[in-house]
């Protein structure tokens, strides 16, 4: 198959992806959140995460620019950072009461875009897309995993 490289599944996600994020920037600047605080957000308040490692492992983000997202978070009050009792080198990071009353206006606003953005789609359409979405993201991940370690082998396609 021949495909024009503007029609490719990379670069059409991709423009949905950006499309997405302005979408959501615009609709979360308001609440004093943005697109990329929502990971940490998200595990934060699911106690999934608790310190940076933690958390820039679950954004899928290397740790420096997790560690410039939480500082620019603390200083706008959304975050706070405590000594973490268990390893002096590591902080404990926690949600402020603030941004803990203000993640579920940001949630609502999230979803409700998604709902924008999907309607035309049925419900099935909609599932169908996430699985699929869901099962290119683990084959990024594996591709990835595997060039960074030469050597390993390719599997199949997750399901």
Same mark, same amino acid.
């Given at each position: 198959?021949?495909?024009?490289?503007?029609?490719?599944?990379?670069?059409?996600?991709?423009?949905?992806?950006?499309?997405?994020?302005?979408?959501?920037?615009?609709?979360?600047?308001?609440?004093?959140?943005?697109?990329?605080?929502?990971?940490?957000?998200?595990?934060?308040? /699911?106690?999934? %995460?608790?310190?940076?490692?933690?958390?820039?492992?679950?954004?899928?983000?290397?740790?420096?620019?997790? %560690?410039?997202?939480? %500082?620019?978070?603390?200083?706008?009050?959304?975050?706070?950072?405590?000594? /973490?009792?268990?390893?002096?080198?590591?902080?404990?990071?926690?949600?402020?009461?603030?941004?803990?009353?203000?993640?579920?206006?940001?949630?609502?606003?999230?979803?409700?875009?998604?709902?924008?953005?999907?309607?035309?789609?049925?419900?099935?359409?909609? /599932?169908?897309?996430?699985?699929?979405?869901?099962?290119?993201?683990?084959?990024?991940?594996?591709?990835?995993?595997?060039?960074?370690?030469?050597?390993?082998?390719?599997?199949?396609?997750?399901?």
């Amino acid at each position: 198959m021949d495909l024009n490289v503007l029609s490719t599944p990379g670069h059409l996600i991709s423009l949905a992806a950006r499309g997405f994020a302005r979408l959501s920037e615009a609709r979360l600047k308001p609440l004093g959140f943005g697109v990329g605080h929502l990971p940490v957000l998200v595990a934060l308040q /699911d106690g999934r %995460a608790s310190t940076q490692r933690d958390l820039a492992r679950f954004a899928r983000i290397e740790q420096p620019p997790m %560690a410039q997202m939480l %500082a620019r978070m603390e200083r706008d009050g959304l975050v706070r950072r405590t000594p /973490d009792p268990a390893d002096g080198r590591s902080s404990l990071v926690t949600l402020t009461e603030d941004a803990e009353a203000r993640l579920p206006d940001a949630v609502a606003v999230l979803m409700q875009g998604n709902d924008d953005v999907l309607r035309g789609f049925t419900e099935e359409e909609a /599932d169908l897309l996430i699985t699929l979405l869901t099962r290119l993201i683990a084959n990024l991940d594996r591709v990835a995993s595997a060039e960074a370690s030469p050597g390993a082998p390719l599997s199949g396609p997750a399901d």
